[in-house]
């Protein structure tokens, strides 16, 4: 159509006078309504225009200033190698060093690169809140009751539905719903494990996890990942006798941010099935994709009912609510069991008020900007990074989620970063928290959900000249 031709020719043709050098670092660009007046184009179509090249970060939006074009840096940050953990050696947890880190979550004065959850500058803080007040209208006893023991009909009904866009086919009987994410992974690895049995995870893989095994008195596997597209699955096969049940995050994984590829998938499942090891699948990040589409999940080739599918929306919409949900497959009554043992029911007013959000398109439309912003993010950080940190550092290029992983040189330690950088107002996430190992020790987890500022950038700088000292 002719307004498509145009928002496409156009923004083609801009994107070349940059890469050409037509137009510089720093060059403003034409305001929106200057934009129209010149080119005739709708107001529409010069939002498109600089929107896509936004997405290619050719240019960036300064807030009361307008456009203008990047300042990228020319340079690639090589990615970091592939983790290569020992089979069983597990050292222990650094929960000292864990608690010091979470212990910051919720200080307004320190720049949060440590807490891998989006800003709430960036979530539907206002529509979240009007949708809150309806549900306490409209729920029996203003929503002061308990809710069914599976959960909210309406939720479920909603989740079902969304199934359809990474290839599932559920039901809303097929969910139960939890109060959170890490509340429907613990049912899960409660459900299908005993102590003494042996779970196979990423390395590195999110603490919270390895906390979660080591407190039901499992063993932790810790099995070799590449940054890019998760476990290596011939390792799992080597492996497969010494484990009782599997947890991965398949869709942009934490805090690498590995998209493990369909093909590996349907070989995960199949395998699994085969050798009777059921999958706990953590799908939190799989809305926060980059590309084209949503990335499929294991579920979607699962025949038997061996994957359990974990998710919430604490990642995409509104981590304090605590809603999350499993499609535990053939495990649902043990799921049952466990949510009336230990919780009889989740929150019935933000349950309402998410599968109200969930309608009428307003949470696609939500994601398309939460996305879009942290694709920018992505891309601005690596930037920061390979500007201001010294020589040596490596850094992943996720295709979703919140997390950068950065590899600095050997010779830093990230427990030590995290002491300096503290003390100037910033908090990182080193990367020993991440293993069971003593591995990963000059490496660090960056979360990518904060608003761009010019602050921002600057702390981001001031974090590089301060592991540069430490060299």
């Known amino acids: 159509m002719k307004q498509d031709f145009l928002y496409a020719t ?49 240019i960036e939006s300064r807030p009361q200033s307008g456009y203008f074009v990047s300042n990228r840096k020319q340079r690639r940050l090589p ?16 929960n000292q060093l864990i608690s010091k880190v979470y212990a910051t979550m919720g200080e307004k004065d320190l720049t949060l690169f440590s807490i891998g959850v989006p800003s709430d500058k960036l979530l539907p803080l206002s529509t979240l809140n009007r949708e809150m007040t309806r549900a306490m209208r409209q729920l029996p006893g203003n ?38 994410g890490m509340n429907a992974l613990s049912f899960c690895m409660m459900a299908i494990s005993r102590p003494g049995n042996t779970i196979a995870v ?63 998938k349907k070989e995960l499942v199949r395998l699994l099935e085969t050798h009777q090891i059921p999958l706990i699948e953590d799908d939190l990040y799989g809305d926060l994709y980059f590309g084209k589409s949503r990335p499929q999940c294991c579920k979607a080739y699962d025949r038997s009912g061996n994957v359990l599918l974990c998710s ?54 939500h994601l398309r900007q939460l996305r879009h912003q942290l694709q920018l993010n992505r891309d601005r950080y690596t930037d920061a990074i390979a500007s201001s940190f010294p020589g040596g550092t490596k850094i992943s290029r996720p295709q979703g989620g919140l997390a950068l992983w950065v590899a600095l040189d050997p010779a830093i330690d990230t427990a ?11 908090s990182i996430a080193p990367g020993r928290m991440f293993t069971l190992q003593d591995q990963y020790n000059h490496c660090m987890r960056l979360c990518i959900g904060l608003p761009w500022t010019d602050e921002l950038e600057r702390k981001l700088k001031q974090l590089g000249k301060i592991t540069a000292a430490l060299l």
Not at 156 to 176: C, K, N, T, V
Not at 314 to 340: H, I
């Open 143 to 180: 929503g002061s009751s308990y809710e069914a023991l599976q959960g909210n009909s309406r939720l479920r009904q909603a989740i079902a539905r969304r199934s359809f866009f990474w290839g599932g086919r559920l039901s809303q009987e097929d969910i139960i719903t939890t109060a959170g």
């Open 10 to 58: 156009a923004a083609r043709s801009m994107a070349l006078q940059i890469r050409t050098g037509v137009l510089k670092a720093g060059d403003r660009l034409p305001s929106i309504r200057t934009l129209c007046s010149e080119q005739g184009f709708s107001i529409n179509t010069a939002k498109r225009i600089y929107l896509e090249l936004e997405k290619q970060a050719l």
């Open 79 to 94: 990615e970091p190698e592939p983790s290569s953990p020992m089979p069983v050696k597990n050292s222990g947890m650094p």
């Open 416 to 426: 030590v970063l995290y002491e300096r950088a503290i003390r100037q107002k910033i």
């Open 202 to 264: 990423e390395s590195p893989v999110y603490p919270g996890i390895l906390q979660l095994a080591r407190s039901l008195g499992l063993r932790v596997l810790e099995l070799p990942t590449h940054p890019e597209t998760g476990i290596e699955i011939g390792a799992l096969k080597k492996m497969i006798h010494r484990i009782d049940l599997c947890l991965l995050i398949t869709n942009f994984g934490n805090p690498l941010g590995s998209l493990m590829p369909d093909a590996h």
């Open 312 to 365: 919430s929306v604490s990642k995409t919409l509104a981590p304090g609510y605590r809603v999350g949900w499993v499609a535990p497959g053939r495990f649902k009554e043990q799921l049952l069991n466990l949510k009336y043992v230990h919780s009889v029911s989740a929150t019935a007013i933000t349950q309402e008020t998410v599968a109200r959000f969930f309608e009428n398109n307003r949470y696609d439309h």
